[in-house]
């Protein structure tokens, strides 16, 4: 049996390539020894939490695969966003990211249909959704988690699904920014950046970094949306392409 994963990594990635497993059992196979209909489709992808690493069977159960097990678990979402009263260089470097204070934090609840602002003082009413459902965002885990958790969140605890950390297992691409994903699958970017929050947060402009944490939750809600519906989202290109790359989000 493979190691278990380390504690670092919350999921194990198996990869079987589809021809292999049908090209000697298909009488339509190609030249290649490949069935036409999956010569050009890339690896299958099966992801496998640690509680697969639990018990004794070689066969996962529902709960062992993710990203699906969370949708079993969840039937309700909340994707957050948050932006924060400093910059990183203002900390002392990513390394003290829990002091960066919460300027306001956002989120769209799929049980009620609403988008909701939450002012620093106002995070406990936040962390009360957080409980109860599937926490939905874009690198949450590696930046909006951790600053929440200086406010007393135990963030892992919760089930979380982040859009990023999925697109990069998958693409083997590091660091994939919203934009790219936003204009590739939906042909809209951002109308702002996280210098500028902060810079609103210096004027008392309240409104306006709503505004804008607010449009991000929607993209990110929309993007996340799109790939349920249809299996894939696109990457914008340099290139002015899209790429096209299958997720499994239902």
């Not at 209909?37 to 004794?56: G, T």
């Not at 003290?96 to 956002?106: E, P, Q, T, W």
């Not at 620093?120 to 936040?126: G, I, R, S």
């Not at 929440?148 to 693409?171: K, N, Q, S």
């Amino acid at each position: 049996m493979a190691p278990a994963p380390s504690a670092e990594h919350s999921y194990t990635i198996i990869e079987s390539n589809v021809a292999n497993l049908t090209q000697n059992h298909n009488p339509s196979s190609n030249a290649a020894g490949m069935p036409a209909a999956v010569s050009e489709r890339a690896p299958a992808r099966v992801k496998l939490s640690a509680a697969y690493w639990k018990h004794s069977s070689c066969v996962p159960f529902s709960e062992d695969v993710l990203p699906s097990s969370l949708f079993l678990r969840h039937k309700n979402y909340l994707v957050i966003d948050i932006e924060t009263q400093q910059l990183v260089q203002d900390v002392g470097g990513w390394d003290h990211i829990d002091k960066l204070g919460v300027s306001i934090a956002c989120a769209y609840d799929n049980r009620t249909d609403k988008m909701l602002s939450f002012t620093e003082a106002q995070l406990p009413e936040l962390f009360e959704l957080c409980r109860d459902r599937l926490v939905v965002g874009y690198n949450i885990r590696g930046f909006d988690l951790p600053v929440l958790g200086a406010y007393g969140l135990d963030y892992r605890t919760l089930d979380v699904f982040d859009l990023m950390y999925d697109l990069e297992a998958i693409t083997r691409r590091r660091f994939l920014k919203l934009e790219t994903v936003a204009q590739g699958t939906l042909g809209i970017g951002k109308s702002a950046d996280g210098l500028q929050a902060v810079e609103w947060w210096k004027q008392g402009k309240i409104d306006l970094i709503i505004q804008y944490c607010q449009q991000d939750v929607q993209v990110t809600r929309d993007i996340f949306e799109f790939g349920r519906r249809s299996g894939h989202v696109k990457l914008a290109m340099a290139d002015g392409s899209n790429q096209e790359v299958g997720v499994q989000w239902n």
